[in-house]
Each structure stands twice: as C-alpha cells, then as structure tokens.
C-alpha cells in the first residue's frame, strides 16, 4: 500500500486549502483513513479520520467545524478540506491507513503513511 499527500501550501490566515491522498494497492475494505499533522517540535496529532466501509467521520476539537475530511473510494482518494486557517494549523499532513486499529488517534495504529505535504499559514 502506498499512500501520496498532495495539495500542500502557503495560505493566508482564514483562506482555505484542500488536501488529497491518493491511495495505491489497497487490498483492505475495512478499516480507517486519517490525516495527521506534525508541528515543529511537535508529536504528529491526529487531524481527522474516516472510516472506509461507513464514511463515520473523526474529527480533532481543534479542527471540528472548520476541516471536513471525506473519501471517493472508487477513485481509492481521502481528501481534506481545510478553512478558516489559523498560522496554529501549520505543520505537515500526513495520511495515513490503518485495516484494523482500536484508537484512531494513535499514530502507532497506522500501518501506512504518505510522505507529508507542508501547509503554511500566515498571518
């Protein structure tokens, strides 16, 4: 399984930014897809998450109302939509999946990551 972050970039304080994660030789059906963010300095913090089969979301309170995170499975794609930006929301985002986990919010339940894209705000 190979996972690919795209959309990354610098956004102004209150602009929006949306993210995608294509995903490759998926063989599972069930299980979750997250996005997580590092902070310099930081440990990666769960962002949001979405479960393959039901759609059941996740959100971070840090994030709830303001990023919705959503899947096309046809297409093997888990996409984050991010506004009202705050420069506290930069960091990386990572993607990543996990078949079977017990606690979504827990980096080391996640057997596959992307390799981050870099959203900046500013300002």
């Known amino acids: 399984v190979q996972l690919q972050a795209s959309g990354g970039g610098l956004v102004q304080a209150g602009g929006s930014l949306k993210l995608s994660c294509a995903v490759s030789?998926?063989?599972?059906?069930?299980?979750?897809m997250s996005w997580f963010r590092q902070a310099p300095g930081k440990e990666h913090e769960f962002v949001a998450g979405?479960?393959?089969?039901?759609?059941?979301?996740y959100e971070a309170a840090s994030v709830k109302g303001r990023f919705t995170i959503s899947r096309d499975n046809a297409k093997d794609m888990v996409y984050l939509q991010m506004a009202s930006l705050t420069p506290e929301d930069t960091a990386v985002y990572y993607c990543?999946?996990?078949?079977?986990?017990?606690?979504?919010?827990?980096?080391?339940?996640?057997?596959?990551w992307g390799q981050g894209t870099q959203v900046t705000v500013s300002s």
């Open positions: 990543a999946a996990a078949p079977f986990l017990h606690d979504y919010t827990v980096p080391a339940e996640y057997d596959w």
């Open positions: 030789g998926r063989t599972f059906s069930t299980g979750i």
């Open positions: 979405i479960g393959w089969r039901d759609g059941l979301t």
